[in-house]
Antibody, heavy 122, light 109 residues
Framework: QVQVMESGGGVVQPGGSLRLSCAASGFTFANYGMHWVRQAPGKGLQWVAYVRFDGGNKYHADSVKGRFTISRDNTKNTLYLQMNSLRDEDTAIYYC???????????????WGRGTLVTVSS | QSALTQPASVSGSPGQSITISCTGTSNDIGHYNYVSWYQQHPGKAPKLIIYEVTNRPSGVSDRFSGSKSGNTASLTISGLQAEDEADYYCASYTISSVGFGGGTKLTVL
C-alpha cells in the first residue's frame, strides 16, 4: 500500500525543539522529492519545506528559515523535519506530502499523510 | 497572509456547476503552469484533484476541471453532489517555494 505516515508531534514549550518523522512505504522513496505542509487549527494550508529526491536541494518557507531543517534518509525511507526555536504560531498539523512525478518531478503533492499535531504552548 | 487569493465561500445546489477562482501574480500563476487544487473534508488530509492547471489524477471524477487565464486559475465542479461539500485550496509554484490560497468552503445547499 502506497502511503506516508507522520510521527513525532506533541506539546512543546516556546523556544523548544521537536523532530518530526515521515515513514514512506509502497513506493521507491529515493525517487521522489518530499515536502512538509502545515495547517494551523481552523486555518488554511501553508507550505513549509521541500527536499529533492536525492537530498541535493532543500527549500524552506521564509517563516521557518533558520529555525526548521528538512532532511531525508533514503536508506530508511524516512523524511524528517527538525524544528528549533519553536513559536506559538508554529502550532499546527504537520503533513508529509510526496512530490508529484518522480525524480525532478513537478510542483504538486500527490500523496499525503494523515498529519501529526504540534502544539507550542507554555 | 496567503500568497494566493480565493473567495472564502461558495455555494450551489445539487446538479449545478460552481467555479472557484484563485488569483496570484505574474510571479506564480501567471508565470508557471504549476497550479494544483486540493479538496479537504473536515478532519481529513487534503486530496489532490487537479495538477498542472488542467490535469486530473486517476480516480478523480471528470466533474472536476481546471483552467487558467493570466494570473487567475479556476476550478469548476459540475453536477454538484453532496459529497463535494468540503474546503478547496489552490496552490502554485513560485521561485523556490509553493504558495497556497486561503481556501474556499463549498456548501452544497
Amino acid at each position: 500500500q502506497v502511503q506516508v505516515m507522520e510521527s513525532g508531534g506533541g506539546v512543546v514549550q516556546p523556544g523548544g525543539s521537536l523532530r518530526l518523522s515521515c515513514a514512506a512505504s509502497g513506493f521507491t522513496f529515493a525517487n521522489y522529492g518530499m515536502h512538509w505542509v502545515r495547517q494551523a487549527p481552523g486555518k488554511g494550508l501553508q507550505w513549509v519545506a521541500y527536499v529533492r529526491f536525492d537530498g541535493g536541494n532543500k527549500y524552506h518557507a521564509d517563516s521557518v528559515k533558520g529555525r526548521f531543517t528538512i532532511s531525508r534518509d533514503n536508506t530508511k525511507n524516512t523524511l524528517y523535519l527538525q524544528m528549533n526555536s519553536l513559536r506559538d504560531e508554529d502550532t499546527a498539523i504537520y503533513y508529509c506530502a510526496r512530490q508529484g512525478g518522480d525524480y525532478y518531478g513537478s510542483w504538486y503533492f500527490d500523496l499525503w499523510g494523515r498529519g501529526t499535531l504540534v502544539t507550542v504552548s507554555s | 497572509q496567503s500568497a494566493l487569493t480565493q473567495p472564502a465561500s461558495v455555494s450551489g445546489s445539487p446538479g449545478q456547476s460552481i467555479t472557484i477562482s484563485c488569483t496570484g501574480t505574474s510571479n506564480d500563476i501567471g508565470h508557471y503552469n504549476y497550479v494544483s487544487w486540493y479538496q479537504q473534508h473536515p478532519g481529513k488530509a487534503p486530496k489532490l484533484i487537479i495538477y498542472e492547471v488542467t490535469n486530473r489524477p486517476s480516480g478523480v471524477s471528470d466533474r472536476f476541471s481546471g483552467s487558467k487565464s493570466g494570473n487567475t486559475a479556476s476550478l469548476t465542479i459540475s453536477g454538484l453532489q453532496a459529497e463535494d461539500e468540503a474546503d478547496y485550496y489552490c496552490a502554485s509554484y513560485t521561485i523556490s517555494s509553493v504558495g497556497f490560497g486561503g481556501g474556499t468552503k463549498l456548501t452544497v445547499l
